[in-house]
């Protein structure tokens, strides 16, 4: 299959590039940057849905959409990762890459607000028994839940079952 080159000075001929904040972010750390796009454009993308949900799995078919409706398309093409996706990069899947930003913008608010009560509970337990090792849990529990984590790990799960039912005979 022959593939095609865009060079990258084309791309940014193409393109409006702004000083904004997700720009520098861009410029700086590339390969991080992707997970914050994707975040924004699931946060976005559920914003102008209501909060109602896209259905599941749709992020993966619909993030280019996305980034074309809310006027982010330059930071794709100017990102030296994302760039190397075109001219196909409507047919690029991609996900978002943590548990709270895809099920707010699959499933909508209700799932996503019961992920919310759970990290709250967790938190308000944490500080009413003085659980100093709590705090490391939830720390790993609110980088995987917010930032980065594969979707399919049980580990962010099993850490906040650590701190829910800490003390417990059962657990």
């Known amino acids: 299959k022959d593939e ?14 702004k000083s904004d904040l997700l720009s520098i972010i861009n410029v700086s750390e590339p390969t991080g940057f992707i997970r914050i796009l994707h975040n924004y454009l699931s946060l976005k993308g ?17 993030w280019y959409q996305h980034a074309n409706d809310f006027n982010v398309t330059h930071l794709v093409k100017t990102n ?3 760039q190397t996706w075109y001219p196909d990069i409507e047919n690029k899947k991609q996900y978002v890459q943590n548990y709270f930003f895809s099920i707010l913008h699959d499933g909508g608010i209700i ?16 500080i009413q028994n003085n659980y100093a ?39």
Request: glycine share 6%; with cysteine.
């Open 111 to 126: 799932p996503a607000f019961l992920i919310l009560i759970l990290i709250l509970k967790s938190i308000i337990k944490i």
């Open 4 to 17: 095609i080159f865009i060079s990258p000075e084309y791309l940014k001929e193409t393109c409006y590039i």
């Open 46 to 62: 559920s914003y102008k849905n209501n909060f109602l949900g896209h259905g599941l799995g749709s992020y993966s078919n619909i």
């Open 133 to 171: 090792f709590g705090y490391v849990i939830l720390a790993y529990v609110l980088i995987t839940f917010f930032f980065q984590s594969t979707i399919t790990s049980p580990y962010p799960w099993i850490a906040l079952g650590l701190i829910l039912f800490k003390n417990k005979k059962y657990a």
């Open 80 to 82: 030296e990762v994302m």
